[in-house]
């Protein structure tokens, strides 16, 4: 099988971003986003997912941590559609139930080459630790309008934001790796009725 893996590189006048993603990895990641709990949140990634990922990136977070978050979804969702290529032989679909002590989180992946993004996770604060829990969002739509994947992230109960974010991470990672997988009954076959996604 040919490697499933890109290299992407995003400057910008706000950060510079390297990321590197292998989706068929063993879950080894090197993460310096600038950002320690959007670190904490990839290696859920990384761990769950079994994805390899390193992401180095150097923002203004002398402002806030806004860019950085934003752009660390948008360059991580350029590497996944590099890394897909022609999808040929994927499941397209994953999804996954994760919880985390009081919280539950369901997330549904469709590698549809249709971006959108719908997300309910009713936080019960405005930061975990120094991190706007807003910018979980623009996380998210940088990366599925960059991956052009489908993603409904719903967190069905939780008190404790940390949990609530964090169990949408792991059944992120485990929705995204279900997706990603190559279903050898397939044959090879693109997962669409228009052969096209």
Request: net charge negative; hydrophobic share 40%; charged share 25%.
């Amino acid at each position: 099988m040919t490697a499933r893996s890109a290299h992407i590189t995003r400057n910008t006048a706000e950060t510079q971003i390297s990321v590197s993603l292998n989706i068929d990895g063993t879950g080894q990641g090197k993460l310096d986003t600038g950002v320690p709990f959007l670190d904490h949140m990839l290696e859920q990634i990384t761990r769950h997912g079994l994805f390899d990922l390193d992401v180095k990136c150097v923002g203004d977070t002398h402002i806030d941590d806004h860019h950085s978050v934003e752009d660390v979804g948008i360059a991580i969702g350029q590497a996944l559609r590099e890394a897909l290529g022609d999808k040929k032989g994927i499941r397209r679909y994953g999804h996954f139930y994760a919880p985390l002590d009081e919280s539950l989180s369901r997330v549904v992946v469709d590698i549809s080459g249709r971006p959108g993004l719908h997300m309910d996770v009713p936080f019960t604060r405005a930061y975990v630790g120094k991190l706007d829990v807003d910018l979980f969002s623009e996380f998210f739509f940088g990366l599925v309008n960059h991956a052009q994947i489908t993603l409904h992230i719903d967190n069905l109960k939780g008190k404790n934001s940390h949990h609530q974010i964090e169990s949408v991470f792991k059944a992120l990672a485990r929705a995204l790796r279900q997706a990603c997988e190559i279903d050898e009954r397939a044959n090879g076959a693109l997962p669409s009725t228009k052969n096209l996604l």
